[in-house]
């Protein structure tokens, strides 16, 4: 099992512009999360997803947008970038009632100038 | 909603001795209370949870207590070792959620 991938690894984008942080999941998890990590501020949740064709937002959802067609796979879509989303992105999988574990994958770091 | 407050924000230690990291959290509904560390650069990896049903739970040197009656958790680190250093967070969440609120991170340093 990849466990937990993203993509793109490292990006940098033009105020304004946007783009689709990729996250996907070969365990079969049926949540998956977006949290962004800034210094001194902890993980904060962006969005979730209970289940394929359901999302909800978390803490700071503004600029953000998700969706989740699949199980397998949980997008993260900027809108018009901004250089206060300048940060890492982790997604995260996990299983209900089996475990609470939240497997993170490796991160974005996206900078916005 | 949940709120995680998590101290200190650095902890400066010598090689082989404790660490202790305290968090409280806000909402007495929450029942599942993980601790993550992340190596620089790394993604934040679970090493030790506890459930509202237990008040301490032991793997090693590292153990995790837990008082519902005041709302705190801490991590403890006996016989600190370099690779010890990291970030530490820990977070909370309850049955029926699975989705944790984290606190904001120890940054850990253990000097040799």
């Known amino acids: 099992n990849a466990g937990v991938t993203q993509t793109p690894k490292f990006q940098v984008l033009k105020t304004g512009q946007s783009m689709t942080l990729q996250c996907a999941q070969d365990?079969?998890?049926?949540?998956m999360s977006w949290y962004r990590q800034d210094p001194g501020m902890g993980l904060r949740l962006i969005h979730y997803?209970?289940?394929?064709?359901?999302?909800d937002q978390g803490e700071v959802p503004n600029g953000y947008n998700v969706s989740r067609s699949t199980t397998e796979d949980f997008p993260l879509r900027l809108l018009s970038a901004a250089p206060s989303q300048t940060s890492v992105y982790f997604c995260?999988?996990?299983?209900?009632?089996?475990?609470?574990?939240?497997?993170f994958g490796p991160g974005t770091r996206l900078t916005v100038t | 909603g949940e709120n995680v407050e998590q101290h200190p924000s650095t902890l400066s230690v010598q090689e082989g001795d404790s660490a202790v990291i305290k968090c409280t959290y806000s909402?007495?509904?929450?029942?599942?209370f993980p601790w993550y560390k992340q190596e620089l650069g790394k993604r934040p990896q679970l090493i030790i949870d506890?459930?509202?049903?237990?008040g301490e739970k032991k793997d090693q040197r590292i153990a995790v207590t837990l008082n519902k009656t005041a709302k705190h958790f801490s991590l403890h680190i006996t016989e600190t070792q370099p690779e010890d250093s990291a970030v530490y967070f820990c977070?909370?969440?309850?049955?029926?959620?699975?989705?944790?609120?984290f606190g904001r991170g120890t940054s850990l340093i253990v000097h040799p």
């Open positions: 995260a999988s996990s299983v209900p009632g089996r475990s609470y574990e939240q497997y």
């Open positions: 997803s209970v289940g394929a064709g359901i999302t």
């Open positions: 365990m079969n998890h049926e949540y």
């Open positions: 977070a909370a969440s309850k049955g029926g959620s699975y989705i944790p609120t």
């Open positions: 909402d007495s509904a929450s029942n599942y």
């Open positions: 506890i459930r509202s049903n237990v």
